[in-house]
């Protein structure tokens, strides 16, 4: 949890695991070289209980030589709702963190207990939590807090407290029953101590379990991804599938995790909806997760899209411009076309991303759109037209792209469609005397073998 040199802010509310825990810190602190700082968060949620224990930390911190740092939250902004306790605690560490980094401490301690793990699991477990959340209370975490009494139990803490001579003050809102924290401890535990007075020492070995495993699959997944993912952070839906079908949720979860959705954010719900997606048969389809994610099937792989990503253009908003020969033309959606003069002897293109027009006498204007519902092109060797939407199914392109692809007009009729497929008109012969030759490209273009 530290190493030599450590300074560590002890997360100090004034009730017994965090005095006992101040008081602990302060007696190791020689022994394992580390500094010791205090800070309090006032919640403003029990009126002058609540400037009570602040006074009281206050007043122990001077007692005992430590500097001592304290916020308080917007009493308004966080008063009332169901959600009293989620909005608490995350005011709670951003100015622990906060305080962390204004004392240059590199920890942050807080005074979780053992029975504090057991009252964890429980909860969980009565909330239909899957294996991470059975993991409990982590001892380190990644952002640097440590819970250095999580092998203790609150027994232990009161009693070191008495043996040390430390006051401590005592929470009233720890006996309302309206929070499932309290039910659980005063109601369904002394039940399951009865059943078996080591309980909590049961679950918390549970929970310790847990977490060896997970990291293991932890690691697991993360190689998986490492090993199939694209460079663009795609997920290739075979590596979903090869996967053991228990696995699939923590591998489509640590690629969530990977793109920026975080845990409390992604739920079991949107984990099974990304794998429905994933191994389902609609090849260009999508589901909305917490916060406006949107995660996309792309025929072989699955996409992940934050808010605030570039959204298509309206249908109807075609944008059609003039593709003047000798220039380029760049589109907002980052294609870029190109129009130049071909010489003689003509030489058809070997790829579909580039075409050779005929611009003899008659040709008209070549213009650039978007495609758009109910387009329909002739294509090259064949009677009759297709949809371009049946040439996008067809060549599996991900139909949140589909009207960002632009089109190539002239005379009237679309003659081709970068990447995809060449119209009959403007065709090259024989008798053609000039023609020009137009290219394509765009970041997500490969070359002839098609897109990344």
Known sequence: MVVPGD??????????????????????????????????????????????????????????????????????????????E??????????????AATCGCRRIATGHTQDDQAETVLMRLLRGSGPDGLRGIHPVRDDGVIRPLITCTRAEVVAFLQAVGLPFCTDTSNTDRRFLRNRVRRDLLPVLRDINPRVDRAL???????????????????QQLAAGASSEGTLPLDVVERSPPALRGRLVRAWLRARGDDAAGCTARHVDAVLRLALGRRPSAQV?????????????CLEHERPGAAACPPAGADGTQLLEVGASLSLP???????????????????????????GPGAGPLLVRTVQRGDRIQPLGMIGHRKLQDVFTDRKVPAGE?????????????????????????????ATHAAVRLQAARAAIAGPE???
């Not at 800070?39 to 911190?61: C, K």
């Not at 970068?418 to 403007?426: D, N």
Request: hydrophobic share 50%; net charge positive.
């Open 86 to 99: 989620a909005r608490a605690r995350t005011a709670r560490y951003a100015f622990l963190h906060r305080a």
């Open 204 to 222: 918390a070995a549970a929970a310790t379990l847990q977490a060896g495993e997970g990291a293991w699959l932890d690691r697991w997944a993360a």
């Open 7 to 84: 300074r560590v802010l002890v997360a100090v509310s004034g009730g017994p695991d965090s005095v006992a825990l101040l008081a602990a810190m302060l007696r190791l602190g020689p022994w394992f070289q580390v500094e010791v700082c205090v800070a309090h968060f006032n919640h403003r949620l029990r009126g002058a209980e609540a400037d009570r224990d602040q006074a009281a930390v206050e007043s122990l911190a001077a007692h005992l030589g430590v500097r001592c740092v304290v916020g308080a939250a917007d009493a308004a902004g966080t008063m009332g709702g169901s959600a009293v």
């Open 333 to 359: 959606s980052g294609w870029v076309l190109s129009a130049h003069r071909a010489a003689q002897p003509f030489e058809l293109p070997r790829d579909p991303w580039s075409a050779l027009v005929d611009s």
């Open 450 to 452: 098609g897109l990344c």
């Open 288 to 300: 909305r997760l917490a916060r406006g994610t949107v995660v996309r099937r792309r025929y072989d």
């Open 402 to 430: 589909r009207r960002l692809w632009p089109a190539v007009e002239c005379g009237g009729e679309i003659i081709w469609v970068p990447g995809l497929v060449r119209g009959a008109g403007a065709v090259v012969t024989a």
